[in-house]
């Protein structure tokens, strides 16, 4: 029997996603594998991924601009041996892991997985292929420390293959591109009025899904101005937002629902786990650009208002997108309000945006990888 470990970490959700829609599709498809889904910063130590993972989450959102300069630090310089070193030192502690599932393949969403299996690699400590999965749509350095000893890197899209060969080295044959995992309902036949039955929305009206809280948050203000902007439109479309954990969000948006004559059109969750079937009946999604939830997007063939991004990977998520046609992106310092404007009333932008998804949409990707790093 196979055994492949799936290793991630929680800085962000998208890693973990990535993560599990490997494992389901493995689990449900091959009879003759075992997987282990682990979180190696938590394996490591408790204390060590509460403090990592909570001082990433509030520099995102109480810091961006220390983030950012952390993030193309991370690059070259001195925070990048940093982080090299530090990592070679927590390999040696997730060497107990490798010894006690002694896995056949390592299957890493996350750059510090990487790290450690390549550096363990390295040593010789472990004898194990070792497959990558970029969860972003733009190369960073610290995906491709030690990428010598990696054996599959998968990308999102052309542009990072090219990346990854021509300006890191890396061997060509090693770089697959496929996109990044999704939940096998993406590529399932979902019933679009059973899901309008679900949601209580109306067949008739076009919907719009607007993404307004987030693992950070935006703060209140500018998704209150977003949401305000949107519900001019509501004779046409109809809203489903997301709050997120922001507890003040949620309470923001249900005052601005209360004051509409007819709220019908206003859907409002905190949290929603049927993400797939929202996206099969929306006309336009808005959101943060994580690489989860843009490949998600792109699969549903879903043109894409991007607001916040978080600077350093999101914000090079953005403007890939937003030169690829299948994205505008409202900066901080543009009007939301004119924006929305003139996106709602260009059906023929919008027609552009939606067909542009198609080449960069990759409804399979987790079956493509799995076949490819289980030599089918």
């Given at each position: 029997m196979k055994k492949i470990l799936i290793l991630y970490a929680s800085y962000g959700?998208?890693?973990?996603?990535?993560?599990?829609?490997?494992?389901?599709?493995?689990?449900?498809n091959y009879k003759d594998v075992e997987t282990n889904l682990v979180d190696c910063i938590k394996y490591i130590n408790m204390a060590l991924d509460k403090i990592t993972t909570g001082a990433y989450m509030q520099m995102a959102k109480k810091a961006p601009w220390a983030w950012k300069k952390v993030y193309y630090?991370?690059?070259?310089?001195?925070?990048?041996?940093?982080?090299?070193?530090?990592?070679?030192v927590i390999a040696r502690k997730l060497l107990h892991l490798f010894e006690e599932y002694n896995p056949d393949l390592v299957i890493s969403t996350h750059p510090f997985?990487?790290?450690?299996?390549?550096?363990?690699?390295?040593?010789?400590?472990?004898?194990?292929?070792?497959?990558?999965?970029?969860?972003?749509?733009?190369?960073?350095?610290?995906?491709?420390?030690?990428?010598?000893?990696?054996?599959?890197?998968?990308?999102?899209?052309?542009?990072?293959?090219?990346?990854?060969?021509?300006?890191?080295?890396?061997?060509?044959?090693?770089?697959?591109?496929?996109?990044?995992?999704?939940?096998?309902?993406?590529?399932?036949?979902?019933n679009s009025d059973e899901i309008y039955k679900s949601f209580d929305l109306n067949p008739q009206k076009k919907t719009i899904l607007f993404f307004g809280g987030g693992a950070f948050g935006l703060g209140k203000n500018k998704p209150l101005e977003i949401l305000q902007s949107l519900i001019k439109y509501l004779d046409e479309y109809q809203i489903v937002a997301i709050s997120g954990k922001n507890q003040k969000m949620n309470s923001a948006f249900k005052e601005l629902a209360s004051t509409i004559q007819d709220s019908s059109s206003l859907k409002i969750y905190e949290f929603i786990d049927n993400v797939p079937e929202i996206m099969h009946i929306s006309s336009l999604v808005i959101t943060k650009p994580g690489g989860l939830t843009i490949s998600e997007s792109l699969a549903s063939s879903l043109p894409i208002l991007?607001?916040?991004?978080?600077?350093?990977?999101e914000e090079e998520n953005a403007e890939f997108l937003e030169q690829s046609g299948v994205a505008v992106w409202i900066r901080k310092d543009e009007s939301a309000d004119i924006v929305i404007q003139n996106l709602l009333n260009s059906e023929d932008m919008l027609s552009s945006m939606r067909e542009k998804t198609h080449a960069l949409a990759h409804i399979d990707s987790t079956k493509n990888i799995c076949e490819i790093v289980l030599n089918i």
């Amino acid at each position: 029997m196979k055994k492949i470990l799936i290793l991630y970490a929680s800085y962000g959700g998208g890693h973990l996603s990535a993560a599990k829609s490997l494992k389901e599709y493995i689990d449900n498809n091959y009879k003759d594998v075992e997987t282990n889904l682990v979180d190696c910063i938590k394996y490591i130590n408790m204390a060590l991924d509460k403090i990592t993972t909570g001082a990433y989450m509030q520099m995102a959102k109480k810091a961006p601009w220390a983030w950012k300069k952390v993030y193309y630090h991370s690059e070259k310089g001195a925070l990048s041996k940093i982080s090299s070193t530090t990592n070679k030192v927590i390999a040696r502690k997730l060497l107990h892991l490798f010894e006690e599932y002694n896995p056949d393949l390592v299957i890493s969403t996350h750059p510090f997985a990487t790290q450690m299996t390549s550096y363990l690699k390295k040593k010789g400590k472990v004898n194990c292929k070792l497959a990558t999965i970029l969860t972003d749509f733009a190369p960073h350095d610290q995906w491709l420390v030690g990428h010598k000893y990696g054996d599959y890197f998968f990308v999102a899209h052309d542009g990072m293959k090219k990346a990854l060969v021509d300006d890191f080295k890396v061997d060509k044959a090693k770089v697959f591109t496929t996109g990044i995992p999704l939940s096998s309902k993406f590529s399932a036949n979902l019933n679009s009025d059973e899901i309008y039955k679900s949601f209580d929305l109306n067949p008739q009206k076009k919907t719009i899904l607007f993404f307004g809280g987030g693992a950070f948050g935006l703060g209140k203000n500018k998704p209150l101005e977003i949401l305000q902007s949107l519900i001019k439109y509501l004779d046409e479309y109809q809203i489903v937002a997301i709050s997120g954990k922001n507890q003040k969000m949620n309470s923001a948006f249900k005052e601005l629902a209360s004051t509409i004559q007819d709220s019908s059109s206003l859907k409002i969750y905190e949290f929603i786990d049927n993400v797939p079937e929202i996206m099969h009946i929306s006309s336009l999604v808005i959101t943060k650009p994580g690489g989860l939830t843009i490949s998600e997007s792109l699969a549903s063939s879903l043109p894409i208002l991007i607001i916040n991004p978080i600077p350093g990977q999101e914000e090079e998520n953005a403007e890939f997108l937003e030169q690829s046609g299948v994205a505008v992106w409202i900066r901080k310092d543009e009007s939301a309000d004119i924006v929305i404007q003139n996106l709602l009333n260009s059906e023929d932008m919008l027609s552009s945006m939606r067909e542009k998804t198609h080449a960069l949409a990759h409804i399979d990707s987790t079956k493509n990888i799995c076949e490819i790093v289980l030599n089918i």
